[in-house]
Each structure stands twice: as structure tokens, then as C-alpha cells.
């Protein structure tokens, strides 16, 4: 069979070293009086930096604020202002499409009038606004976001 002895494995002449089980708590690097004393550094430091930041926020946020109220008579302005040449464009449309029917006046409907004539202006119906644009383009106009509110 083999030519070599059989040997055992067994622990060395004296047994093994002690196994250390006993807890060993990590070193503490700082105490509480330290910890309390940073946190209040850090605040008194930071508070100052805090405050300034804030004070440049609300002053950005007013400057903002007021350069909206500055431009918001002319923005409505210019919405009005396109609204009635829309309005014009599709007054020019309607009389070049029904030049050829006998009797058609433009603005009306078979030659009732389809506004009262008064003092205060009245929107037209959206559907009268759009009635010459594509479908897709009514309702992108339709479903806008941006709009001013007057």
C-alpha cells in the first residue's frame, strides 16, 4: 500500500492560545462637550453665510416680480393686439371664400347679424376664433399653457 506512516493532526504540545472574546471598545476620538461645542460653531459661522443668501433670494424674487408687473400691460397689449388681427385675417378669408354668393355679407349669417352692437366688447366664440385653422393647430392653441391671464 503506501510506504508512508499515517499521521495524525492534532493541536500543538502546550494547546492552543486563549481565544479573545472579551469586548474591546473602539478608542473615542471626541467627547460630547466637543461635539456640542462644533455643532454650535458651525452654526454661528453658517447662520450669517444663511442670512445674506436670503437676502439676495428675496431681492432676485422682487427684482423678478416687479419686471413681470412692468411688462404685463404690454404682453396683454400684444396678446389683444394679435387676437384682433386673427380676427381681421379671418374677416378677410370669409369675404374672399363668399365672394361669389349672391346676397353674402361678411359678419353675418345669411345676412342676420350675429353680434348685438353694444358699448362693451364681447369675445367671439373660440369655435369662430379657429374656424380657419388646421385641426391640429386648433387644439395646440386650444390646450396652451402659457397664456396671461387678464
Known sequence: MSSSKFKQDLPPKGG????????????????????FGGQVALFLIAWPMYAKARRRFEDHKI??????????PMLLAERDRTFLKELRVNRDWEEEVMKDVPGWEVGTWFGEQVYK????????????????CRPIAQNKERTRKYRVSG
Do not use: C, G, H
Open 63 to 72: 427684482e423678478t416680480k416687479s419686471a413681470q408687473f412692468a411688462l404685463q
Open 16 to 35: 492552543y492560545a486563549p481565544v479573545a472574546f472579551k469586548r474591546i471598545p473602539a478608542r473615542q476620538l471626541v467627547n460630547a462637550p466637543l461635539l
Open 117 to 132: 352692437t353694444s358699448n362693451k366688447w364681447m369675445d367671439p366664440l373660440w369655435d369662430e376664433y379657429v374656424a380657419y
